[in-house]
């Protein structure tokens, strides 16, 4: 079974239903499923084969649909940029997924360094092309209206994922069709009650695992998926209402930002009939202040992995029941938490959180990582895969997150890693050390905090090193504070002692 066939089979059972929105832009169906067989027979034409990547780096909107839509017909590999990376973690990305075509907006042409120059890459712009460039609208016009050949069941590789890593360098998730199919068909809707009459506004970016896993609900049951180009809160509770959106994905931030105009336009919702989320823990206040204001409106949360794919949720009624609970797992997927050589923990007692959803790939958890058996080996051990994320579970089988073994920093539903910020802050001619982690905020869940020691006789002030960051990395990882110490607490073996730091500091931002 793949992602294409389940948009073609949709198409043709009801070919005129909408399909997505973005803006002016509407397609149904049968219009997608057109423009994904031309764009994939397009590509073939051109020399595309099965396993090649296609580097698909489109902000939210009707191309980035028709784009990944085309490329899953092909059998090649989607790989998904953010357009909110910088230049050097779009350089090595590129670099490491080596990509045979890659669609971008000439806005972001040059982002793409030296990789537009080689030769055999085929550059497709979204916009008005160069010398050495196509058009995409010419590529849609090239290709056949027909389906492309149909792909055989293996290899089933579908999307290469890239999600930063403990040593500073993202690493390349390999998710499967059958993942994607697993996750967003056979989990999400029947969790979430999805049927094809629903509407669904996607505030999360479609590089993001999270957006990817909404165009596969929509390709599965053949309901409409809701865009906008760049998020605007008013415009976000003006889309939903005008539309008469039935279920909305979005991280607490997202929703924190849409309150006010949530509150000023309640009785234009009354379509909204479930809120699903994931990426940070939803604050109480904040669920207070929705269901003030849409008392009719459900709230579903999840925890979840671009490597485990959905690991456990939270049920609507449970929000009441359990306030502050991950959830419970997911039906089929086998959870344990355990200490650090793999061993059950007791009940109550903080292990890491391990899953299996039969072999890597077939359902849930991502089959490898790419060109990169070490890190495999490391995370999928006898066919279970480490999240490094800490839980505890509860008498009544309820799984609470205790904390991130990996260092990992959620701000606005975004997932930041420590150690990648520690080696951008490193990179300065000022620093000596530096040690990052999170505290609270009141806005974003947690944010950046890095605490920073200078090289004797040098100078920096927390603007310039911000600033620096933001050269390095992608803009929401930056630190939102920064502390100078003459000292760090450290092990007897000189490790930074974070956990004190952390101490010492999240009693301050609580």
């Known amino acids: 079974m793949k992602l294409g066939a389940l948009l073609a089979g949709n198409a043709r059972r009801n070919p005129d239903a909408l399909a997505v929105v973005c803006g002016a832009r509407r397609l149904t169906l049968a219009e997608l499923n057109e423009r994904a067989n031309r764009f994939a027979n397009a590509l073939l034409d051109k020399g595309l084969k099965a396993g090649d990547r296609v580097a698909v780096y489109l902000p939210n909107g009707v191309e980035v649909v ?23 973690e779009v350089h090595y990305i590129l670099g490491n997924s080596e990509p045979k075509v890659i669609v971008f907006p000439e806005s972001h042409r040059e982002s793409l360094g030296d990789h537009a120059d080689h030769p055999d890459t085929i550059l497709i712009c979204v916009g008005t092309p160069r010398d050495g460039e196509e058009e995409f609208e010419t590529i849609m016009a090239e290709g056949s209206a027909e389906a492309p050949p149909s792909l055989p069941p293996m290899p089933d590789d579908c999307v290469v994922s890239y999600t930063s890593g403990t040593t500073g360098y993202p690493k390349g998730a390999v998710g499967t069709h059958q993942n994607f199919i697993a996750i967003g068909g056979l989990i999400a809707a029947p969790e979430w009650e999805l049927t094809p009459k629903d509407i669904v506004f996607a505030s999360t970016p479609l590089s993001h695992r999270a957006g990817l896993a909404r165009m596969a609900n929509s390709f599965h049951l053949g309901n409409p998926l ?13 889309v939903i209402a005008k539309e008469g959106v039935t279920v909305l994905s979005a991280v607490p931030t997202i929703i924190r930002l849409m309150m006010p105009e949530i509150e000023k336009n309640a009785d234009r919702l009354k379509k909204l009939r479930l809120v699903v989320t994931t990426g940070e823990s939803f604050p109480e206040p904040l669920k207070k202040q929705l269901f003030s204001a849409l008392p009719h409106v459900q709230l579903h949360s999840f925890l979840a992995q671009t490597e485990a794919g959905v690991i456990c949720s939270l049920r609507h009624e449970d929000h009441a029941r359990k306030p502050g609970a991950a959830g419970f797992p997911i039906p089929g997927v086998d959870l344990r938490l355990v200490d650090k050589d793999l061993k059950d923990v007791k009940r109550g007692e903080v292990g890491e959180i391990i899953v299996r959803c039969g072999v890597p790939g077939a359902y849930t958890i991502m089959r490898e990582y790419f060109r990169n058996p070490q890190a495999t080996k490391e995370t999928l051990v006898d066919g279970w895969l480490r999240t490094g994320d800490l839980a505890y579970e509860d008498e009544a089988g309820y799984l609470f997150f205790a904390d991130r073994a990996k260092d990992m920093i959620v701000s606005g539903g975004l997932n930041i890693y420590s150690r990648e910020v520690e080696v951008a802050l490193l990179e300065h001619p000022a620093v000596a050390d530096a040690a990052v982690f999170a505290v609270p905020d009141p806005e974003f869940g947690e944010a950046v905090m890095a605490c920073v020691q200078l090289r004797d006789g040098k100078k920096a002030t927390a603007d310039e090193l911000i600033a620096f960051c933001r050269e390095q990395i992608a803009s929401y990882k930056k630190p939102k504070h920064v502390r100078f110490m003459d000292e760090f607490p450290r092990t007897s073996a000189g490790k930074v002692q974070k956990h004190e730091l952390k101490k010492q500091l999240t009693k301050e931002f609580a």
């Open 226 to 238: 809701i865009l906008q180009p760049r998020f605007d809160p008013e415009d976000a509770v003006e």
């Open 66 to 88: 028709e784009a990944m839509a085309g490329v899953v017909k092909t059998g090649a590999l989607i790989t998904p940029l953010s357009p909110r990376l910088t230049e050097r």
